[in-house]
């Protein structure tokens, strides 16, 4: 089992920053990628960056240049950062783990809002 708790959403005035934070637990080491997804109302949920562990980074077109996706393995958690963020970001943000041997990502923390006004 791997556990996914995400923090550091709330609400943000376009053109600022904020920094999301993902807890990973339980069995790590069976895990090969992380990933931010993105769910707005009435849209279907988007990768926004994905990440996997030896370093390669994927994110999508419309956060290229505004998405920093990282982690610290010391604390076992994994960031997303954004700048210059648009009222179109809006939306729950969901934190993922792949495990090996499988395609997709099939852990899911329970999401962090994030609310970007003007």
């Known amino acids: 089992q791997v556990q996914l708790v995400e923090s550091g959403g709330g609400l943000v005035q376009a053109g600022g920053s904020l920094r999301l934070s993902c807890v990973v637990s339980g069995s790590i080491n069976s895990i090969n990628a992380r990933a931010w997804y993105r769910q707005a109302p009435g849209k279907q949920r988007e990768l926004v960056a994905a990440t996997g562990n030896g370093g390669s980074t994927t994110y999508t077109e419309a956060m290229k240049g505004r998405a920093t996706i990282s982690g610290d393995n010391a604390k076992n958690t994994v960031y997303l950062e954004m700048n210059n963020l648009k009222p179109e970001d809006t939306g729950v943000y969901y934190c993922?783990?792949?495990?090996?041997?499988?395609?997709?990502?099939?852990?899911w923390g329970p999401g962090t809002q994030v609310t970007v006004s003007s």
């Open positions: 993922a783990a792949k495990r090996w041997g499988y395609s997709g990502y099939d852990y």
